[in-house]
């Protein structure tokens, strides 16, 4: 069974930074993209950045210039580095990736997210 487990997830005063790393586990043959969506309270789930296998990314307006993913194909493992947090960035963070399983079958992992609270 693949698992996506995250970490780096806390409370951080506006203006700070984290760092929220994602790996994953399990048997499987390749990971296609990955990405990080959040969910705010009584908000939808919303794509927050994404990164191909071989680099490519894209990024929310609400984060460009402040957020940076990167991945690390050797260790299946997807980051994302959050720079001059503001309270708006408060939210359930999680991990997604394309996975091909040991059963040749594509499917969609989550993780089960992180908190990130960013509050005076």
């Known amino acids: 069974q693949v698992q996506l487990v995250e970490s780096g997830g806390g409370l951080v005063q506006p203006g700070g930074s984290l760092k929220l790393s994602c790996a994953a586990s399990?048997?499987?043959?390749?990971?296609?993209?990955m990405g990080w969506y959040r969910q705010a309270p009584g908000k939808e789930r919303e794509l927050v950045a994404s990164?191909?296998?071989?680099?490519?990314?894209n990024y929310a307006d609400s984060v460009k210039g402040r957020f940076t993913i990167s991945r690390d194909n050797a260790k299946n493992t997807v980051y994302l580095q959050m720079n001059s947090l503001k309270p708006e960035d408060t939210a359930v963070y999680y991990c997604?990736?394309?996975?091909?399983?040991?059963?040749?079958?594509?499917?969609?992992?989550w993780g089960q997210g992180t908190l990130v609270t960013v509050s005076s």
């Open positions: 399990g048997n499987f043959f390749s990971i296609n993209t």
């Open positions: 997604n990736a394309g996975i091909f399983g040991h059963d040749f079958q594509w499917r969609e992992v």
């Open positions: 990164i191909a296998r071989g680099g490519n990314s």
